[in-house]
T-cell receptor
Framework: DTGVSQDPRHKITKRGQNVTFRCDPISEHNRLYWYRQTLGQGPEFLTYFQNEAQLEKSRLLSDRFSAERPKGSFSTLEIQRTEQGDSAMYLC??????????????FGPGTRLTVL | AQSVAQPEDQVNVAEGNPLTVKCTYSVSGNPYLFWYVQYPNRGLQFLLKYITGDNLVKGSYGFEAEFNKSQTSFHLKKPSALVSDSALYFCAVREKEAAGNKLTFGGGTRVLVKP
């Protein structure tokens, strides 16, 4: 049973460019979450999916951010027209809910974004 | 709305001494409570959770936490700290009755265990 994986681990981009991150959850986990963590802070919720449906989005998720989980497996998070304020660690987590399973969220290693 | 407070930015402890990391929470209904640990440039690693039942929860690596409903606290403890326990610790909460499962995290407490 492999853990949550994220790609890339690090991304450096120039202001105004678009970036896309990928998250592969633990297999058969039906929920997938995206969080953002800035230096010295705890993670903040961005959005989550139940299978392929995006069920909740935080107000932190501006129009420049879009997330997809097209087949209910991996997910992508795209940021358009990046700004320096987007510099952060982007964390993905997955969980299994339903039946006897409670939703412990297991996190990936994160993608650290630096916008110059 | 749900929130978590970790009142100490940093906790220093000598190796072999007891370790306590404090956490208080606020939710409208019943809480699910979690502790995670983060090592440098790594994601969060799950330590333990309180869902229901016994107020004393045991987790990974010898850690435990005590749920106290009247004080709305969920302090993390370890009887004998190791140098390798030095890391950033996060407490998180979500409301049991909430439709979504988003976690709200505290600001984190850095633990430094000195040899």
């Amino acid at each position: 049973d492999t853990g949550v994986s994220q790609d890339p681990r690090h991304k450096i981009t120039k202001r105004g460019q678009n970036v896309t991150f990928r998250c592969d959850p633990i297999s058969e986990h039906n929920r997938l979450y995206w969080y953002r963590q800035t230096l010295g802070q705890g993670p903040e919720f961005l959005t989550y999916f139940q299978n392929e449906a995006q069920l909740e989005k935080s107000r932190l998720l501006s129009d420049r951010f879009s997330a997809e989980r097209p087949k209910g497996s991996f997910s992508t998070l795209e940021i358009q027209r990046t700004e320096q304020g987007d510099s952060a660690m982007y964390l993905c987590a997955s969980s299994l809910v339903g039946g006897a399973y409670t939703d412990t969220q297991y996190f990936g290693p994160g993608t650290r974004l630096t916008v110059l | 709305a749900q929130s978590v407070a970790q009142p100490e930015d940093q906790v220093n402890v000598a190796e072999g001494n007891p370790l306590t990391v404090k956490c208080t929470y606020s939710v409208s209904g019943n809480p699910y409570l979690f502790w995670y640990v983060q090592y440098p440039n790594r994601g969060l690693q799950f330590l333990l959770k309180y869902i229901t039942g016994d107020n004393l929860v045991k987790g990974s690596y010898g850690f435990e936490a005590e749920f106290n409903k009247s004080q709305t606290s969920f302090h993390l403890k370890k009887p004998s700290a190791l140098v390798s326990d030095s890391a950033l610790y996060f407490c998180a909460v979500r409301e049991k009755e909430a439709a979504g499962n988003k976690l709200t995290f505290g600001g984190g407490t850095r633990v430094l265990v000195k040899p």
